[in-house]
């Protein structure tokens, strides 16, 4: 009897420690994936800001109240608009601004707007295609901080028949408008041309 009872027990001393050892193989392999998936996370949420810092001091993007780049523009928009000052490597200075306002009242505020070159300025805004915009606005987005221009604007810019597409220069600076009738939501986009 002695001789089928090493056996045995041998075989299930075996048996037990490879079960033993697939559990701690499989424990180590999930504990592996997730410390892979934090990691790969991790880099990735670093990646993202250190990008946006870097494009932040590439750009030179600031908050900037409104009635900076347009001044008594509190006769036409009724709180304190800030938008976004960002200047491209080149030294071109760019503005982004989001607010309401009436466009009755808007576009000839704008057209108003002193200018230190009458020659090269418009004396009224005249409306135009919206793609070219659409396509700009594309294009400097992937220049701008993270959050500058809401996703969803694009979206509806890009979807909605009834947006309206103006363009006036005051030199030096040359805005283009972006108007939504339904909700009086402008987008304007200011060039400052030295």
Sequence with gaps: MKKYILPTMTAFLLTACNKIEEKIDQTVQKTTEKVQQKAQEAVEETVKKTVNESINSI?????????????????????????????????????IFK????????????????????NRSDKTARKINGQSIIDKIGFIEKFLPENTIDARILEDIKNDKNIEYYKLKRFPNSSTIIYNPKDQTVLQYVEVDK
């Design 59 to 95: 750009t030179n993007s600031k908050d900037v109240p409104f009635s900076q780049v347009f001044p008594n523009a509190d006769k036409i928009v009724s709180q304190e608009t800030k938008g976004k000052k960002f200047t491209f490597p080149n030294g071109t200075e760019n503005y």
């Design 99 to 118: 607010y309401k306002a009436d466009k009755t009242a808007l576009i000839p505020f704008l057209e108003g707007q002193t200018t230190t070159d009458e």
